[in-house]
């Protein structure tokens, strides 16, 4: 199935997909992303157990702009937003209120970039000065979140609630506003994994009908491989060694009837017996591509660069280290992608 595949046309990404940045900048793809869905709200953790969301408000906001929101949370299991103030109107039903601007400063394939600036008030302290207040710029992945604050809830005013939130988080996140024209159409992703080394050719593959815009996450099963000739001295064992691949794909429709494609890998590497250890890195490639396109990427050789600038002069080797660099030198990994829009 595999050859089939490679006669299709073929567009080869040239360079190393873990352990750099992406091969094609938002600039060079042409992306023009108008605007970002941010999320802020609240994870509380109810009655001391499990923690979970307990409210969030959801703003789409142009590249360049900024919005600003109040996130109050009462006194038991609610959490209410306003767009704008006053702060005093909200702090004598809540534990806190906080006050939220927010900019978008960029927006591009897995990478959005905001500015914020909170603060926190207490109803002890009244609206005149906050109790807590910060400053940043985050750097989020598409649907990743970051903390912003954390408050213990201890208070009478909770004592009669049937599930009182006991501490809360300010979260933000982020995600890019989908083109209305797109946002209900799917793509079908084919992915192999081929691994050629000891023991030969090997292939795994991963088949998946996604929405535009959302991540397909895949999780190749371990490649097992015991290395030639290489065996544990204590046992008598053969040295085996797992190479483990994983991450996720996200496509988004072109206008002009092409796709661009973000791919974000991770390999793992373990010694899988006797007592073994593991290592392991991860990239991203920003991709376009048309439909039928197959796009093939190559895992470059495992770097040894942590073990060897390590600052110990007199390191020794960890167990099977030299017998392990020979092997994952010697072996080739790639991915290969193929993309077809969904019927």
């Known amino acids: 199935m595999i050859k089939a595949i490679l006669k299709a046309r073929v567009f080869v990404t040239v360079g190393v997909l873990l352990g750099s940045t992406s091969n094609l900048s938002h600039a060079d793809l042409g992306v023009e992303i108008p605007s970002a869905n941010v999320s802020i709200g609240i994870l509380g953790t109810f009655g001391g157990s499990a923690t979970k969301p307990a409210g969030a408000m959801i703003m789409d906001i142009g590249v360049g702009r900024s919005e600003s929101t ?65 400053s940043q710029v985050v750097s989020l992945n598409e649907g990743d979140y970051q903390l912003l604050d954390f408050q213990s809830l201890v208070s009478s005013a909770t004592s009669n609630c049937s599930e009182a939130l006991t501490n809360v988080a300010l979260k933000v996140e982020a995600s890019l506003t989908e083109d209305p024209a797109f946002k209900d159409r799917r793509i079908d992703y084919e992915l192999w994994l081929v691994h050629e080394g000891q023991g030969g050719r090997r292939e795994r593959v991963w088949r998946v009908t996604g929405r535009h815009g959302e991540k397909q996450e895949f999780d190749f099963s371990p490649l097992s491989q015991a290395l030639e000739g290489s065996r544990w001295p204590d046992t008598g064992q053969p040295i085996v060694v797992e190479t483990h691949v994983g991450g996720h794909i996200r496509g988004r429709y072109r206008p002009d009837g092409r796709l661009d494609l973000a791919l974000l890998a991770f390999r793992e590497f373990r010694v899988a017996n006797n007592g073994g250890w593991a290592n392991g890195e991860r990239g991203q490639k920003l991709v376009r591509a048309a439909p039928e396109d197959v796009i093939q990427l190559e895992l470059p050789v495992t770097s040894w660069r942590q073990i060897q600038q390590s600052p110990q002069a007199d390191r020794k080797p960890m167990r099977g280290e030299e017998e392990v660099r020979s092997f994952l030198q010697a072996q080739k990994v790639s991915l290969i992608l193929k993309v077809t829009p969904s019927s």
């Open 70 to 134: 109040l996130v109050a949370v009462t006194p038991c299991d609610g959490t209410t937003f306003t767009f704008a103030g006053p702060v005093a109107a909200s702090l004598p039903t809540s534990h806190h209120v906080w006050e939220a601007n927010i900019a978008v400063q960029k927006a591009g394939l897995e990478s959005i970039e905001l500015g914020i600036d909170w603060k926190r008030f207490d109803p002890k302290l009244g609206p005149a000065k906050p109790a807590a207040s910060g």
